[in-house]
């Protein structure tokens, strides 16, 4: 029913969001008929146009909290690869019911440069399915686009997929990982892999469900922020797990997509729930940025105000996510913490159970990498893949620890691009030969 109230709701206000988006343009327009008579009378300038500078900051304002966020877009239309622009072109390699690997291809008509490119490693980055898009990663596939031949897995809204294309489990997003693995091996030979966050885990259990088959494994694997084993540093996220009960989660997080979307019916953990969740992690923050936002429109600054406004669009645009896979996820990594404890089992295919065992992988490099002011993923969580990959030599094992990091922080921004990515591009660039 909370489902349905809240569409209920979204729909009141949607009329409300719009006449404050429109109101507020009029305002801040001098040539407007509103405007118009304060942008020519130097007395009325003096002393009310800065009102209407404020009333048209509280009412854009109004519109950015009140309006409803869709899923962004990549937008990276090229990138500099050896200190020339090529256009980028994105494309769906594999289309599955919760998930689309998306293909950014490089195009150039320069003979050199195709050689250039068609010799660059290929790479698989596992975006997190824990609430946001994975548009998220924009800033890492931007950066590794200069040295890599890209694909990423792009989840879908679990609201749009028809409940006819049934469930998704954990184990279907493992499955999900070695299907993805396999196009890659299959189409350029080998892959190399990346996953953030959340994915880490399903990472694993797939090159480590690959290993013990016999398969080809990628040529390396990095491991970005991620929940391998909980039980260290525990931070808000792992707390809340372990103090309720699975129960608890089902009873209170679990409900049924409405009648007005493609998944009716379907049993999901909705995305409303998430932000409102990660709003509340942080919530003085949030309030501090609305209100320097505020005033950064009455000042008339535009690039700080435009900046808000690209993280927000990110930042509130969220996904529902299948309750089973949810649940599953709560259950298996934050409670029983079944891959460190070698308790994990997952059906594959046929309906028969495997068990995960990442010291059967012999042959992919391993990086973990870590933030040092990570409040989602702690310290030590990340890097104790290598404690379970007792297989893979000492020399193809590392760790790095970003000072003074984050969690978005090790994936995005300035300190991705100058400190974590080198280490990644370098380890991709060893194996790769």
């Not at 407007?32 to 509280?58: E, H, M």
């Not at 990663?137 to 749009?160: E, F, S």
Request: glycine content about 6%; some cysteine.
């Amino acid at each position: 029913m909370l489902y349905q109230l809240y569409e209920a709701q979204r729909s009141f206000m949607e009329p409300f969001a719009e006449f404050a988006h429109t109101t507020a343009k009029l305002l801040s327009n001098p040539t407007t008929p509103i405007a118009a008579p304060y942008a020519s009378n130097p007395f009325v300038d003096q002393f009310t146009q800065p009102l209407t500078q404020r009333l048209s900051a509280g009412y854009d304002l109004m519109y950015r909290l009140g309006k409803d966020y869709v899923k962004p877009a990549f937008g990276i239309q090229s990138v500099a690869v050896n200190g020339s622009d090529v256009a980028v072109f994105e494309s769906i390699a594999l289309d599955k019911a919760f998930c689309e690997l998306r293909h950014f291809k490089r195009l150039t008509d320069n003979a050199k440069m195709l050689g250039t490119l068609q010799k660059q490693p290929v790479v698989l980055i596992v975006a997190p399915l824990s609430g946001h898009y994975a548009t998220l990663l924009r800033d890492t596939v931007r950066t590794m686009l200069g040295d890599h031949n890209v694909y990423v897995t792009d989840w879908k809204n679990a609201r749009t997929v028809p409940t006819t294309d049934g469930a998704f489990h954990l184990d279907d997003y493992v499955h999900y990982v070695e299907d993805f693995i396999r196009h890659l091996q299959a189409e350029h030979g080998n892959c190399h892999v990346v996953s953030v966050c959340q994915p880490t885990v399903p990472v694993l259990a797939a090159v480590s469900l690959m290993a013990s088959r016999g398969e080809t494994t990628p040529l390396s694997m990095t491991m970005m922020g991620g929940p391998i084993d909980g039980t260290k540093t525990p931070t808000a996220v792992n707390n809340l797990a372990t103090k309720n009960g699975f129960d608890w989660f089902e009873r209170n997080l679990i409900y049924t997509v409405p009648s007005n979307f493609a998944g009716k019916g379907r049993r999901v953990y909705p995305g409303f729930l998430q932000h409102t969740g990660f709003v509340a992690m942080n919530a003085d923050r949030h309030k501090k940025s609305h209100y320097d936002y505020f005033a950064d429109l009455v000042k008339g600054d535009d690039e700080s105000a435009e900046a808000h406004r690209k993280f927000y669009d990110e930042y509130n645009a969220v996904l529902d996510m299948d309750a089973d896979y949810y649940l599953e996820t709560i259950k298996i990594v934050f409670q029983d913490f079944a891959l460190v404890n070698g308790t994990w089992d997952v059906k594959n295919a046929k309906g028969k159970l495997e068990r995960v065992k990442p010291q059967d992988i012999k042959t992919t490099a391993l990086l973990t990498v870590e933030g040092e002011l990570d409040d989602i993923a702690g310290i030590g969580q990340t890097e104790a893949a290598h404690g379970l990959c007792t297989g893979i030599s000492k020399a193809k094992r590392q760790h790095y620890e970003v000072k003074g990091a984050g969690h978005y922080g090790i994936f995005s921004g300035s300190k991705w691009r100058d400190q974590v990515y080198p280490e990644v591009k370098a380890l991709i660039a060893k194996y790769q030969k």
